[in-house]
């Protein structure tokens, strides 16, 4: 998906200019905390470890630009209810923490493209990511850019049972 995703994002950035977003790179973002101090890392660790989710799949299947920020990102044009779920939980949570959460509606994204110039906007050819974790990262600046690091990674739970392959019980086999 991430390779899928890079590749698209070295197109655009011929095609339309700017700087394309390294592999490694590519996250989606669920709430952005800023620059903050470490004494909060701790109270982080404990708010992600808080968060009870199920694992969903995403499908990317829009590619769209801001001009203001001069940004191309591919999104999704519909978000599972588990992954308005985490989100509302996790800025839930950071919120009775006194931490500032964007006033914005989440609009899950991944940046491909920085400084391009104008990108049409389409649809794209469905690609599934299957989401399993979240994690708290850190963006350090760097020469080439930023550098993201993983501070810390929670599990989401499995599926719900509507998502997951119903297998027959054991009795089924007998009869």
Request: hydrophobic share 45%; proline share 7%.
């Amino acid at each position: 998906m991430r390779e899928h995703l890079a590749r698209l994002a070295r197109h655009l950035a011929r095609r339309c200019g700017g700087r394309p977003t390294p592999e490694e790179n590519l996250h989606l973002t669920l709430a952005f905390l800023g620059d903050l101090e470490a004494s909060h890392l701790s109270a982080l660790y404990d708010i992600g470890a808080s968060v009870r989710a199920p694992s969903f799949v995403l499908t990317i299947d829009q590619l769209a630009f801001w001009p203001r920020q001069r940004l191309a990102w591919a999104g999704c044009s519909s978000l599972p209810a588990e992954a308005k779920a985490l989100v509302g939980d996790l800025q839930t949570r950071l919120a009775e923490h006194a931490f500032p959460c964007e006033g914005r509606p989440f609009l899950a994204h991944v940046t491909l493209v920085r400084r391009c110039h104008d990108v049409e906007a389409k649809r794209l050819q469905p690609l599934a990511w299957p989401v399993a974790s979240f994690a708290l990262v850190e963006s350090k600046l760097a020469a080439g850019g930023s550098r993201y690091v993983r501070l810390a990674e929670w599990p989401l739970l499995p599926p719900a049972a509507e998502q997951r392959c119903q297998l027959p019980v054991e009795e089924d086999y007998l009869k």
